[in-house]
């Protein structure tokens, strides 16, 4: 088969796989053309998909749908061509009004660009269709690229500290499962224009911590900033300034080989990560740890991210006078 006629059986397949338009016999061109919405989404799907199948990587993460509780990207052993989205949304379960419980329904992903799953009757009752899940995974895939993580043999501290208790979904509630990753947030840290890359740990995914390395300061004397993300507790992050001097790009540093990326790794996220095992070591090592809640959140974040790409003041540079910058940080709000 030539490569016009493999390109145009993908294309094909892709249209056969969304429902949500009428059901009115077309042909795929025929649909192309009179229907630019739905050529959108198919283009869409082929740069989010099927352009990056392999680099997808796994995770639970939060859904502004009204009724879905997270969406959780699963892939499974053997099965190279399709990956899984296990969609849980509460509905109204009990006998009392307000009682909700959580359900689930498993949708597959092709590596042709299928998307295809049930919509549950709370959901469409909630005015949720299957257009909307799709797009919303969609919009997930696009904020997180998982193309731009380096998998490295690292782990991070716990999810949770020891004396911390659970996060809970609802307040009063148990807990439902894993706390699922704000999307948004791996957006801001991911393409903070100080970013170099994100470092997940090999094979886990987006499970527990995410490591960002970030160059601060002037061109030329840039220092290195390690941010933990942690979506357990209240949307917090770790901030770690080492004082190293670094000179790579994001540009750069995704043009090299793996060993010199292993490399880059190694040298400047490494040390610190084999160094503490708590939140209350990285504060003792001069770290800081924020949290963000409430609506306004992104605004505040991205706030503080552009006042913290700024060059570091020399009197608050690690190992000068950490403990002075972090009781500063402390007295403003929002560190704890």
Not at 75 to 86: M, N
């Amino acid at each position: 088969m030539s490569v016009f006629k493999r390109k145009l059986a993908t294309v094909t397949t892709i249209y056969m796989s969304i429902q949500d338009w009428p059901d009115r016999p077309m042909s795929p061109e025929t649909e192309r053309r009179s229907d630019p919405e739905r050529e959108a989404l198919q283009e869409r799907i082929e740069r989010v998909v099927c352009g990056q199948f392999d680099q997808i990587k796994t995770g639970s993460f939060a859904s502004e749908l009204p009724g879905i509780v997270s969406l959780n990207v699963l892939r499974r052993e053997q099965q190279a061509d399709q990956l899984y989205v296990f969609v849980r949304y509460e509905y109204q379960g009990g006998r009392e009004q307000g009682d909700m419980r959580v359900g689930g329904e498993t949708w597959t992903i092709t590596r042709k660009g299928e998307i295809l799953g049930p919509v549950p009757r709370a959901l469409r009752e909630a005015g949720v269709d299957r257009k909307a899940i799709i797009n919303e995974i969609l919009q997930i895939l696009e904020r997180v690229d998982g193309a731009s993580y380096y998998e490295a043999d690292i782990s991070v501290f716990p999810e949770q500290d020891e004396q911390e208790k659970p996060a809970e979904s609802v307040a009063g509630s148990k807990p439902r499962g894993p706390r699922a990753y704000d999307s948004r947030r791996l957006e801001e840290l991911r393409r903070d224009p100080d970013t170099i890359t994100g470092v997940i740990q090999k094979g886990k995914g987006f499970n527990g911590y995410v490591a960002f390395l970030l160059a601060q300061g002037e061109p030329g004397a840039k220092e290195v900033t390690i941010i933990l993300e942690n979506p357990w507790r209240e949307n917090a992050y770790v901030e770690y300034q080492t004082g190293d001097r670094i000179s790579v790009t994001r540009e750069e540093f995704a043009l090299m080989s793996g060993e010199q990326q292993r490399a880059i790794v190694s040298n400047y996220i490494t040390p610190f990560l084999e160094t503490i095992t708590t939140k209350q070591e990285a504060r003792a090592l001069g770290a800081t740890v924020r949290h963000h809640v409430g609506e306004r959140w992104p605004e505040r974040f991205a706030e503080e991210r552009r006042r913290h790409s700024a060059p570091l003041p020399k009197e608050n540079r690690p190992g000068e006078d950490a403990g002075a910058a972090r009781e500063t940080e402390e007295r403003q709000g929002g560190v704890s």
